[in-house]
């Protein structure tokens, strides 16, 4: 079993922030990530194997990442890649599976800095080749410098559609349109005041605007796609007008030729693990719907547990790093290395880019569901093949619970677990029921978190399991 100060779980922006600061306050640290290369999606690599034949606009992140990628190499840094945390079996114990290298690690703290994923929203065609996330085509552009489509259009809500649309733009695509589904143009005015809060992140978008603009794409806001059309694979997007409380208008719907349709309806914490270690969560749909209750020093309600970056709440990059070095001070006070009062300089440069991330929120502020997309025959969960039409069958049967459904249809159970369907059931849980998703009790995570090799568990050395006399009573119970 390794041991150490602090362990930090994801090697992006704020894992990566948070493992310079400590290491700099003379903490030991064990940094683990499940990717091969450091940076997570931000800072992501093209295969080791790639050599570049020309300047292309990745580039530029990557080289802003290589001094955060330098820590790894800290004499205090010891870095697993290629590892995935599956558990915490004890306090701010992580089992870690990675083939022979798995076993544990004991720390005196934990920051996860998990990142974030796309969020998933259902439509009529969604699952047809050709229609990918945001976040898939970006991976593809920047990680694996492949462009997916000839003619695109991308749909969705969020800042990230001017970034993916500026992206393909770049790399010779042709953006057909942007479809916005906030009415960001008549919003834009009363944000403006705290959007230059942050001016070179103002600046930047403004950049993938001149972009767009000069390429010829139009911006459709207060619209959405409705349907992926195509036999084989996607041929149209159908788009309509959507309001505010998502009301779709069908009948001044539009086809939109295409071969790649780009859906980017936000970002969400990926909150799995702090799910399974108890950490309490709070429902808040401007920040990606599930985040993570913190204190003001970022911990979360489980004692040494603390989160930072998009994997507690969506802020972008910036905020990423400021959280990931304050919470490294945060633990380096509570282990003693660092004295109350100091260490504050992230703390203005945070309060400043939270402003701006509260404007931008307000300004991409997503309609209140996009229960409208969901026909009956639409796929709700992809793993499972499960539609809307089996999830109104089997509740009219009496599964009215998501605990329930999940047994009735094995929704969340697939290799996602749940990634890409739990938060479509509590939108339809709940606006059946008439009340919030916050309100909606999911079904209870288990470990491992992940999917992992049955081989790697085979690997660690552990005692016997302390079972109780009576197979039925809990664990630790006699």
């Not at 450091?38 to 292309?56: L, N, S, W």
């Not at 619209?223 to 009948?251: L, M, Y």
């Not at 070095?325 to 939270?354: F, K, M, P």
Request: overall charge positive; charged content about 20%; some cysteine.
């Amino acid at each position: 079993m390794k041991t150490c100060d602090l362990a930090i779980v994801g090697a992006g922006p704020a894992g990566l922030a948070a493992a310079t600061e400590a290491a700099e306050l003379g903490l030991d640290v064990v940094v683990v990530d499940e990717n091969a290369r450091p940076g997570g999606q931000y800072f992501r690599h093209p295969p080791a194997g790639f050599r570049p034949v020309g300047e292309t606009p990745w580039e530029k992140d990557i080289r802003r990442g290589q001094s955060l990628f330098a820590v790894l190499g800290h004499p205090r840094v010891t870095y697993l890649p290629d590892a995935v945390v599956w558990d915490m079996p004890e306090p701010s114990v992580l089992a870690v599976a990675a083939g022979p290298r798995s076993g544990r690690v004991q720390a005196r703290a934990v920051i996860l800095a998990p990142g974030a994923q796309d969020r998933p929203v259902p439509f009529p065609g969604w699952t047809l080749p050709g229609v990918i996330s945001a976040g898939g085509v970006q991976n593809l552009l920047k990680g694996q410098r492949i462009v997916p489509g000839t003619r695109a259009v991308v749909a969705g809500n969020g800042p990230l559609l001017l970034l993916v649309g500026a992206n393909l733009v770049r790399a010779g695509v042709k953006v057909a349109a942007i479809i916005e589904a906030a009415p960001i143009w008549r919003r834009l005015p009363a944000e403006l005041v705290r959007l230059v809060a942050a001016p070179p992140i103002l600046a930047q978008a403004l950049r993938y605007r001149a972009i767009l603009a000069h390429a010829g794409v139009p911006i459709l806001a207060g619209w959405t796609a409705v349907e992926a059309s195509g036999s084989q694979a996607v041929d149209q997007a159908i788009i309509a007008p959507i309001d505010e409380t998502g009301v779709v208008d069908r009948a001044r719907r539009r086809r939109i030729d295409c071969d790649l349709l780009v859906t980017g309806f936000g970002i969400s914490p990926a909150v799995e693990l702090p799910r399974l270690l108890g950490a309490r969560l709070r429902y808040d749909a401007l920040r990606g719907g599930w985040t993570v209750e913190r204190s003001a020093d970022f911990e979360t309600s489980v004692a040494n547990l603390f989160v930072a970056g998009d994997g507690a709440a969506i802020g972008g990059v910036e905020l990423a790093l400021a959280e990931g070095h304050l919470a490294a001070q945060a633990v380096a006070r509570r282990l003693g290395r660092l004295h109350a009062g100091e260490g504050s300089t992230w703390e203005a440069r945070w309060t400043r880019l939270d402003r701006f991330r509260r404007g931008l929120e307000s300004l991409y502020r997503p309609p209140r569901s996009y229960r409208a997309l969901i026909t009956p025959e639409t796929i709700v969960c992809r793993c499972e093949d499960v539609t809307r039409a089996e999830i109104e069958r089997r509740r009219g049967e009496g599964a009215a619970s998501a605990v329930q459904l999940k047994a009735a249809t094995r929704m969340t159970m697939g290799r996602c677990q749940g990634r890409n369907c739990l938060p479509t059931l509590a939108t339809l849980l709940a606006d059946w029921a008439g009340t919030e998703a916050s309100a909606i009790a999911m079904p209870r995570p288990r470990p491992p978190i992940r999917p992992i090799p049955i081989g790697d568990l085979a690997v660690e050395d552990l005692p016997p399991p302390d079972l109780p006399a009576d197979p039925h009573l809990p664990r630790g119970r006699r």
